[in-house]
């Protein structure tokens, strides 16, 4: 079995979970999981745990850099269903704003807000996706949210596409920013595309893509230079290190005095990583061991 992480650029047209499934197959393991999932018609960084690296998803979930970076495309002049362009047309018109209006009204969309995600989502609505009840004809009612955007920039702009830069915190939705400026501006506007460069620590610049890894793959070529360590992304947690004699004591679930202060903690023995601890009064306790 394989443990690890690999930081995947999805391709656009498939799903987080379909990848993720994929990519274990060719690391030889069923046990796998996927941080922040991507919209099937969204590209770029898709971080997969493999193995004893899925122990690390909720640490590296409530501990890492949690804001996200995309780059999208908005065609302003129609609006779908799903808000992107895969699909169906239902509002149209031939108002394309000046770039001067779109910048104008940027600033309304910086900071937290309120913000409704698109009906064509995975947000729960008595017990079933919005997506679920969207699909079979109903429309749900989402309520608002509250949501972050640290940054929200226009890159360029050609005829009545225009390119966008945004950070935002998790749960925001490109697709919904892209609606209520078009909204702004006195117009309508679809998503034509989605490219998350950053995630929780991981960036688009160290991604690899799937059909490279099944190329490599199935041509007998060994992929595991690919995969990241289990440690991976837990940079923000503090490090700890045990001697031989604790290291046994910890990896059996013992308590460990030592002199550091409160706070949880990756462990290690020398350079191994052995797990996450948490220490409260002197007090080291195993809280996930590797």
């Keep these: 079995m394989s443990d690890g992480w690999i930081i995947l650029d999805k391709a656009s047209g498939v799903f987080s979970k379909s990848a993720a499934a994929r990519v274990a197959r060719i690391f030889g393991t069923k046990k796998n999981g996927h941080i922040g999932t991507l919209d099937p018609m969204a590209s770029g960084v898709l971080p997969i745990a493999l193995g004893k690296a899925t122990k690390m998803v909720p640490f590296i979930e409530e501990y890492a ?12 002049g129609f609006e779908t269903d799903t808000l992107d362009i895969t699909g169906k047309e239902i509002k149209r018109t031939n108002v394309v704003p000046s770039i001067d209006l779109v910048q104008r009204n940027l600033s309304k969309f910086i900071g937290k807000i309120s913000q409704i995600p698109p009906i064509y989502s995975a947000v729960h ?6 997506y679920e009840l969207a699909r079979k004809g109903e429309i ?13 920039e ?5 005829d009545d596409t225009f390119n966008f830069r945004m950070i935002c915190a998790p749960g925001t939705y490109v697709r919904s920013i892209a609606r209520d400026l078009a909204y702004a501006c ?14 929780s620590g991981f960036k688009l610049k160290n991604a690899v893509g799937l059909d490279f890894l099944e190329n490599l793959f199935n041509n007998g070529t060994d992929v595991s230079k690919y995969l990241a360590p289990v440690d991976f992304g837990l940079g923000d947690i503090p490090v700890l290190n045990l001697n031989d004699q604790s290291v046994n004591l910890y990896r059996n679930g013992g308590f460990i005095g030592v002199a550091s202060a409160d706070g949880i903690y990756r462990v290690y023995s020398e350079k191994e990583f052995i797990g996450i601890g948490t220490v409260s009064s002197g007090v080291l306790r195993p809280k996930r061991t590797i």
Excluded: N, Q, W
């Design 140 to 152: 749900p009612e989402i309520p608002p949210r509250i949501i972050e955007v640290h940054l929200l």
């Design 186 to 199: 006195g117009t309508f506007a679809t998503v034509t595309m989605i490219c998350r460069t950053s995630t």
């Design 125 to 130: 609505i008595d017990g079933c996706r919005a």
């Design 65 to 76: 850099d949690r804001a996200k970076e995309y780059l999208f495309s908005v065609k302003f």
């Design 154 to 158: 226009l890159l360029d702009s050609i």
